[in-house]
């Protein structure tokens, strides 16, 4: 029964998921950070970035799993070409978020990230787990991103790091694909390590509101090194996530 359940998801998605010219992008996720993730998990955050020449409205766009879905975006927000910006849990602010991370992008909280709503980013994905997207104001799928721990995608690890699209894969089918993803590493394509405070108690690393997109050159390097990186499978299995679902 279950099994059926799933599998309607599934067709479901696929069907919604048609927009192949997506401009609007998932491209990093800090699905398990280190530092706590009590319900409700404050210290989530993923970036979107506009790959296209046009700017785009998020009036109206939300975040969806299998497990619900957010509060709308803003009705003023919008993604200029070539921009980023992080999404953070409506149960964090702003402020809280910039004291620990350095980040220029802009930084928007969204309700129902947690409970009544998307329950989180689940810390043990699998195929079913965490079918994460971005629907437009009429629900239509603008990106999807059904991220895993296991290969080919990174492992998840107890150092907290975010992963991260590479460079020279930046679109919304490239981004499906787990091999394109890597573990953000400190001095790599701006990643950084966010300051301790009270809500972020352990050293995680990132880059929140920042895509490298040049450097072709460094992006081959890149991904000899993370070749070897990504290579080391953490242990995943003492997730104290709030969604376990
Ligand atoms: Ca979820
Ligand atoms: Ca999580
Ligand atoms: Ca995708
Ligand atoms: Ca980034």
Same mark, same amino acid.
């Given at each position: 029964m279950t099994k059926l359940i799933y599998s309607s998801i599934l067709i479901t998605f696929t069907i919604l998921c #048609? !927009? =192949? !010219?997506?401009?609007?992008?998932?491209?990093? =996720?800090?699905? !398990?950070?280190?530092?706590k993730e009590k319900v409700?998990? +404050?210290t989530e955050w993923l970036e979107l970035y506009n790959t296209g020449t046009e700017p785009v409205s998020l009036a109206g766009y939300y975040l969806a799993d299998e497990d619900g879905k957010t509060e709308a975006f803003p009705e003023d927000l919008e993604i200029k070409p070539n921009q980023a910006i992080v999404f953070i849990p409506g149960d964090q602010t702003v402020e809280k978020f910039k004291e620990a991370w350095k980040c220029d992008a802009p930084v928007i909280p969204v309700k129902k990230w947690n409970n009544g709503g998307m +329950?989180? =980013?689940? !810390? %043990?994905? #699998?195929d079913t787990n965490e079918i994460l997207t971005l629907c437009d104001s009429s629900g239509q799928v603008i990106d999807r991103l059904n991220y895993d721990d296991n290969r080919p995608w990174p492992s998840d690890s107890k150092q907290g790091p975010s992963i991260y699209l590479a460079l020279d894969k930046l679109s919304s089918t490239e981004n499906d %694909?787990?091999?394109n993803w890597h573990k953000s590493k400190l001095g790599t394509n701006g990643a950084i390590n966010n300051k301790i405070t009270a809500d972020y108690d352990k050293t995680d690393t990132g880059s929140p509101g920042f895509v490298r997109t040049e450097d072709k050159n460094n992006a081959q390097e890149t991904k000899d090194a993370q070749k070897t990186d990504d290579a080391d499978t953490g242990d995943s299995s003492d997730d104290s996530n709030v969604d376990a679902t």
């Open positions: #048609t !927009n =192949l !010219n997506a401009e609007v992008i998932f491209t990093e =996720l800090m699905y !398990n950070p280190a530092s409700p998990a +404050k +329950k989180g =980013l689940a !810390n %043990n994905p #699998t %694909n787990g091999e």
